[in-house]
């Protein structure tokens, strides 16, 4: 069967250095196309990709008949704009998180995608990483006994202005860049949706830098944090009555630390560990085993729906300090 022949809005450095090669090493994918204005960033791409055909500006991409599926890392405030909009020009979608910046917005693109009949869903790569698969398993099976605690750190450090982190009008935001994870994976491992958030917001030139939440995730409690003005960490773990599990680099595997699973029970630590995984590439050969057989798709529009809903949650319930 032919390969999903992808195209990406927008030459963002992400796209370039790691969605980019993802979609160019996965199996039943093609990388054929970026839309961009820029001299320089096609000539970085082209390096890397040298049949990459280049359109000057995203329309045109979206009008390309080679084209099936397209890729969006553009801003997040720019996402539900250029997912309608490749919906109704009848290509595939697949959109980088926050899909939206408020769960509202969601529901015109769940609507497009459910009258196109094509695919559209978010880019939360975490889901298609076996770690991740491993953990909802053990929890599921009562690994470590009821669950009582959760908690979630995700942090690093980046004070640059003109970042699209640091902007306002652009989406920017430590609880939309990385919020999804410390919140969306809780509820992925657990199939639990959070409540009773209470959180304490910082900003900082009109976006949330540093966001400390408290809440309950079914029976258990939930504690977590999110800061892009903290020192680099990231960090889950999964307190039951029976034993703790302890992900090491849960969101970025093999860039912040390799993929480890630590099963803490009765005074023994056995570990799991992910060398080879990539869930970059694992999340377009999904998309793509979708797209050909109807093949099981761990992640949805609602899904991410949820995760936002939860992040308004999160804005609503916190205090500015």
Known sequence: MAPVNWGILGAAKF???????????????????????????????????????????????LADPGIDAVYIPLPNAMHVEWGLKALDAGKHVLIEKPVAMKAGE????IAARDASGLMATEAYMIVHHPQWRRTRMLLADG??????????????????????????????GALPDIGVYALGSARFATGLELSDLRAEIEWEGGVDTTASVQGRLGEAGYSGYVSTRMHLYQEVRFHGEGGVIRLTAPFNPNVYDAARIELHRAGEVSIERFPAANHYVNQVEAFSAHLRDGADYPWSLEDAQGTQATIDAVYASGAQT
Do not use: W
């Not at 039943?28 to 280049?54: M, V």
């Open 15 to 61: 796209a370039r250095e790691h969605m980019g090669p993802a979609i160019h090493a996965a199996s039943g994918a093609r990388l054929a196309a970026l839309a961009t204005g820029s001299d320089d960033k096609f000539a970085a791409f082209s390096k890397r990709f040298p049949d990459l055909r280049r359109h000057t500006n995203y329309d045109a991409l």
């Open 106 to 109: 969601i529901d015109a693109l």
């Open 143 to 172: 690994a470590i006994g009821a669950l009582r605690q959760v908690h979630c750190a995700f942090s690093f450090d980046n004070r640059d202005p003109e970042n699209i982190r640091n902007r306002p009008e652009v989406g920017g």
